[in-house]
């Protein structure tokens, strides 16, 4: 194998001393054999030294779009419909980084009550390393490939150009 198209500065860590060729992805096997991917190691989030997953929150977002949660006796807040949700690291003085959501909502939801419930139902259901403390940001649409993979790169980007 040559490398990558034009990326020659790739090119010098993709593959091992042991020949494994480095894809970037994180995965695991089963007991059976079966390889998963979960993730791409470079959308890691590294809050205070612990890994979070982006995917592992969006999941839990996605997830509650059709639940109810009670989070104090007198409230229960129901999730609005969510269309689309994407996780970034943001940089954080102390912490290193911390997850920062951006959610496209169905028309008619209401802002305020869907930033309110994303951040109680994470709080509630993940560990404080996990917890949403760059914020949640309400966008119209999320940047996407061509084949309809949401590009965390743009979002750090737009993050980083305020």
């Given at each position: 194998?040559?490398?990558?198209f034009n990326m020659?500065?790739?090119?010098?860590n993709?593959?091992d001393?042991?020949?494994?060729?480095?894809?970037?992805?994180?995965?695991?096997?089963?007991?059976?054999g079966?390889?998963?991917?979960?993730?791409?190691?470079?959308?890691?989030i590294?809050?205070?030294g612990?890994q979070?997953?982006?995917?592992?929150?969006?999941?839990?977002?996605e997830?509650?779009?059709s639940?109810?949660f009670?989070f104090?006796?007198?409230?229960?807040?129901?999730?609005?419909?969510?269309?689309?949700?994407?996780?970034?690291?943001i940089d954080?003085?102390?912490?290193?980084?911390?997850p920062k959501?951006?959610?496209?909502l169905?028309?008619?939801?209401?802002?305020?009550?869907?930033?309110?419930?994303?951040?109680?139902l994470?709080?509630?259901?993940?560990?404080?390393?996990?917890?949403?403390?760059?914020?949640?940001?309400?966008?119209?649409?999320?940047?996407?490939?061509?084949?309809?993979?949401?590009?965390?790169?743009?979002?750090?980007?737009?993050?980083?150009?305020?």
């Open positions: 194998m040559l490398g990558y020659a500065e790739d090119d010098e993709l593959i001393e042991h020949r494994w060729l480095r894809t970037g992805d994180l995965l695991y096997y089963d007991e059976d079966f390889y998963y991917v979960v993730d791409r190691v470079k959308d890691l590294k809050v205070n612990v979070v997953s982006p995917s592992e929150l969006v999941s839990l977002v997830f509650c779009k639940h109810e009670d104090d006796e007198d409230v229960i807040l129901t999730h609005p419909s969510v269309r689309e949700a994407a996780v970034i690291g954080h003085p102390e912490s290193g980084q911390v959501a951006f959610i496209v169905q028309d008619g939801v209401d802002e305020e009550a869907a930033v309110l419930s994303i951040r109680a994470v709080n509630e259901k993940l560990a404080p390393v996990k917890q949403l403390r760059g914020g949640v940001e309400v966008c119209t649409e999320l940047p996407k490939t061509s084949s309809g993979k949401v590009k965390r790169s743009e979002l750090r980007k737009r993050f980083a150009s305020r």
